[in-house]
């Protein structure tokens, strides 16, 4: 849109330089539908929408828990349960742990080297497990991620996996009433 635009009026008004300035604003204006939509889409991964389960909210709750206790990430990383109340059905976790990966730099002689870089992450997790009429349970998750670098996305691999597996494990959960 930039180059169009700047082509455009540079050639309509023969100075080449005249396109800059509307070049650039009707770029910006056209990549804010873009950076919305990408917006949108973080914050439905951060706050999903509430999902409800045919599961007594006590074995949810219980369920949950057992989730937050077992799974372990790159260097044995796990989940702290700060809070796990049971009159609320409202938990609080917390994780943090090293990121490493491998990045490539040149030095001024122009040979390439590796350096391994390690980056702290750091994510929370709200989870509300409330009881419903039907006897079904809802269950709420807020994750709020820190991240060190400039890859803001670097927890939604944890996010969408323990997602997955709090659904999986509740969505085949036999309610015996």
Same mark, same amino acid.
């Given at each position: 849109?930039?180059?169009?635009? #700047?082509? @455009?009026?540079?050639? *309509? =008004? ?8 509307? #070049?650039?604003?009707?770029? $910006? ?5 873009? %950076? ?5 889409? +973080?914050?439905?991964?951060? /706050? ?13 709750? *219980?369920?949950?828990?057992?989730? @937050? *206790?077992?799974? !372990? ?6 989940? /702290? &349960? ?14 943090? %742990? ?10 001024? +002689? #122009? ?10 992450? %750091? @994510?929370?997790?709200? $989870? ?18 820190? &991240?060190?670098? &400039? ?5 939604? =691999?944890?996010? !969408?996996?323990? =997602? ?9 959960? &036999?309610?015996?009433?």
């Amino acid at each position: 849109m930039f180059l169009l635009t #700047g082509a @455009l009026i540079g050639e *309509a =008004s023969h100075d080449a330089s005249a396109g800059i300035v509307p #070049g650039l604003v009707l770029g $910006i204006l056209a990549a804010i539908p873009i %950076f919305k939509s990408a917006c949108e889409e +973080r914050s439905k991964c951060l /706050h999903p929408a509430p999902r409800e389960y045919n599961v007594p909210a006590k074995i949810a709750f *219980a369920k949950i828990r057992d989730i @937050l *206790a077992e799974i !372990s990430y790159n260097y044995g990383d796990k989940w /702290h &349960v700060v809070t796990a109340d049971t009159q609320t059905g409202r938990i609080t976790a917390n994780l943090r %742990f090293i990121d490493e990966f491998t990045r490539l730099e040149g030095d001024a +002689r #122009g040979q390439i080297h590796t350096r391994k870089e390690r980056l702290q992450r %750091f @994510l929370s997790v709200e $989870i509300q497990v409330q009881p419903t009429e039907r006897g079904t349970t809802l269950i709420q998750m807020d994750f709020s991620p820190t &991240v060190e670098g &400039v890859n803001y996305a670097a927890c939604d =691999s944890i996010i !969408s996996s323990l =997602s997955a597996r709090i659904e999986a494990a509740l969505q085949y959960t &036999v309610a015996i009433r």
